[in-house]
């Protein structure tokens, strides 16, 4: 039996460069999104929205119908960016959902499978915003899956499990960008403020989930990985 990786919100950004990454690895891609891939990812890809709780656990058993996935990358997710004082139940709603409740939904799904094989890799991709950042209320949430992180890190260790998290930020996604408008000061301050310089890219972000996910990485468990350029040092404002 094949290894094999499901990545949430694999269709583009951040999620499509992990799952090139996890194809040239050598192992077989599940991808759950919305819209599909491009063509030329060697992926299978399952329609669903991650919004709708019965919609993802109807698209988590199709995946599982093959055999059981040692691999999770809990990626997919939202920013409903917005001031306290705007930031309506609605958004909170949201976004608690798809950055938070889709992940634990994944995760509980391929958590048999795994305890069978005594073997487990789980990355959950957080957000550099988790550390505190302006008009984000609602994707505050993130840091959730920093304590959901370390609690599934303790809960699964003994069943051969890892739990890791990454927290990019800023990449150049377009996400990024729906959030940050380019022309906007405040993104102008965030890109000046990047200590190497540079804006992150979605390969960036790749190469630190797919050390998580390797073989090699199974003394490491219930951390988090900042990728942001060095932007979490004392730059926790902008």
Do not use: H
Not at 10 to 25: T, V
Not at 191 to 199: C, W
């Amino acid at each position: 039996m094949s290894a094999r990786t499901l990545v949430t919100g694999g269709s583009g950004g951040i999620g499509l460069a992990i799952a090139r990454r996890e194809i040239a690895a050598g192992r077989a891609v599940v991808v759950l999104d919305r819209a599909p891939p491009p063509e030329d990812l060697a992926a299978r890809f399952i329609a669903v929205d991650m919004m709708d709780e019965a919609a993802t656990a109807d698209g988590l058993a199709a995946a599982l119908a093959d055999g059981p996935i040692t691999r999770l990358v809990n990626n997919v997710g939202m920013v409903r960016p917005a001031t306290l004082d705007d930031t309506t139940g609605a958004d909170f709603a949201a976004v608690m959902r798809l950055n938070l409740g889709a992940a634990i939904q994944a995760t509980q799904a391929l958590l048999p499978g795994m305890r069978v094989a005594r073997f487990g890799r789980i990355v959950n991709v957080s957000s550099r915003a988790a550390y505190g950042k302006e008009l984000r209320t609602a994707y505050a949430i993130k840091a959730g899956l920093l304590g959901a992180t370390r609690t599934w890190a303790l809960e699964l260790g003994r069943d051969g499990i890892t739990v890791n998290a990454v927290a990019p930020g800023p990449i150049a996604t377009p996400l990024f960008t729906a959030a940050n408008p380019p022309d906007a000061p405040r993104t102008r301050a965030i890109i000046e403020s990047i200590p190497v310089a540079r804006m992150g890219l979605p390969e960036d972000v790749a190469a630190a989930v797919g050390f998580f996910l390797s073989d090699d990485a199974g003394f490491i468990t219930g951390q988090t990985l900042p990728v942001c350029g060095g932007i979490t040092v004392g730059k926790g404002s902008v």
